[in-house]
Every structure is written in C-alpha cells, then in structure tokens.
Nanobody, 124 residues
C-alpha cells in the first residue's frame, strides 16, 4: 500500500506559477512510477505528466508541455509538479497517482494508488 497526500493548490491569477507536492508513505516510493492527473468540473480525469522510477524519463500531455515540470525526490518520498504560465483552463482538482511498474503510463486505469487531490483555481 502507498498513501499519497497532495498539497500546494490554491487560487492564483493567469500567468502565475504554482508548485504542487505529493507526499508518499508506505511502500518504497522509488519502486513506483508516478503521475499527475487533473479533473475539471463536468470533465473526465485527464493525464498531465508522468515520471519513471528514478526520474530518468518524463512525459507530458500536450497541454502541459513547456509550462509544467514533473520531478521527484526519492530521498524525501515526494513528487512535484511545477506549473508556470497558468491559464484559466488549468483550473481543476489535481491528483497524484502511483504505478507499481517501471514504465510510464498516461492511462489512469494503469495506476494503483491515488491521492485525494488538491484544488487549483486560475482566475483570468
């Protein structure tokens, strides 16, 4: 079992930056590839970014490329999502997720554990 707790969300203005964190506890954090997803009201939960076990591989949704950076600190059991140039359409609940495989996945069904989410609201 892995427990995930997100933090760092909030209300910001368009163009601002925000860093989300996801603290993991339980089994060895470094044995999981990790992902960030988001869900806006009335929409499906969508992939944002993913990172492999030791952080060597990353992958981003087109909407996140060039603006968001996913990273992890295995010594601190923490996953990060640095978001910049935020837009109103980035408004959503952001979730971190853990996958007990070495490979990255963009499919939410391939993740084994989820956090409860943190709200990000971007005003125009």
């Amino acid at each position: 079992q892995v427990q995930l707790v997100e933090s760092g969300g909030g209300l910001v203005q368009a163009g601002d930056s925000l860093r989300l964190s996801c603290a993991a506890s339980g089994r060895t954090f470094s044995r999981y590839s990790m992902g960030w997803f988001r869900q806006a009201p009335g929409k499906e939960r969508e992939f944002v970014a993913a990172i492999s076990w030791i952080g060597g591989n990353t992958y981003y949704a087109d909407s996140a490329k060039g603006r968001f950076t996913i990273s992890r600190d295995n010594a601190k059991n923490t996953l990060y999502l640095q978001m910049s140039s935020l837009k109103p359409e980035d408004t959503a609940v952001y979730y971190c997720a853990a996958r007990s495989r070495a490979t990255i996945s963009t499919d939410r069904d391939n993740y084994d554990y989820w956090g409860q989410g943190t709200q990000v609201t971007v005003s125009s």
